[in-house]
């Protein structure tokens, strides 16, 4: 009997060896689309800036990229918070057992996360959290840098807007109509533990 326990105590460190290995790496990918939005971001505003032959219509681009780069980290944020839980049951449940705690049924918990991989966040939360930490601000850089641009035309803002066969007013439109939502998101969620 005692070596089933030591067995399965093993096997249990290295479950949790192997998720914390995860939960690192989940860390890192999160880290590396955070990074691929700023520096794109940061490349197409000073492009947009720096030349006045530049179009406006660069920031736009600039802002798709960063859609796409929130979309991808919130899948992976989704992924980092799946491990993280099951990294705090182990933490909270077999080692505060070793430790003299009392583990209130973790290994059922645990068992039923490895059975049902089930993310303990949605997908709006998971937005609401990387926009609000992240994106949100990279976008607002993005717009004010579209604003600067649109100012330096000399035209007027709405009558500098335009695109191609789309008025100034409907550009200008459209794009707060893109914002706004994202801003709306950002605020919508507040998850307990951000961290």
């Keep these: 009997m005692e070596i089933a326990e030591r067995d399965a105590a093993n096997a249990v460190i290295h479950l949790y060896r192997g998720e914390l290995g995860r939960m690192t790496l989940y860390r890192v990918r999160l880290d590396t689309t955070t990074n691929w939005a700023v520096g794109t971001s940061a490349a ?6 720096g030349s006045q032959q530049a179009p406006h219509v660069v920031f736009g681009l600039a802002a798709l990229l960063n859609f796409v780069f929130l979309t991808m980290e919130i899948r992976r944020f989704r992924y980092y918070e799946m491990i993280r839980q099951r990294v705090r049951i182990l933490e909270n449940g077999f080692y505060g057992d070793v430790l003299g705690g009392a583990g209130e049924a973790w290994e059922a918990r645990m068992l039923a996360t490895l059975k049902n991989p089930e993310t303990p966040i949605s997908f709006l939360q998971a937005a609401s959290v990387r926009l609000r ?9 993005i717009y ?9 035309v000399g035209e007027g803002l709405v009558e500098a807007a335009r695109m191609g066969g789309l008025s100034g007013s409907l550009v200008l439109g459209l794009s707060a109509a893109l914002f706004v939502p994202l801003a709306a998101v950002a605020l919508m969620y507040r998850p307990r533990e951000e961290g």
């Design 144 to 152: 004010l840098g579209w604003i600067v641009k649109l100012s330096l």
């Design 133 to 141: 930490r992240n994106y949100i601000w990279l976008m607002l850089a």
């Design 44 to 49: 197409i505003v000073s492009f947009g800036l």
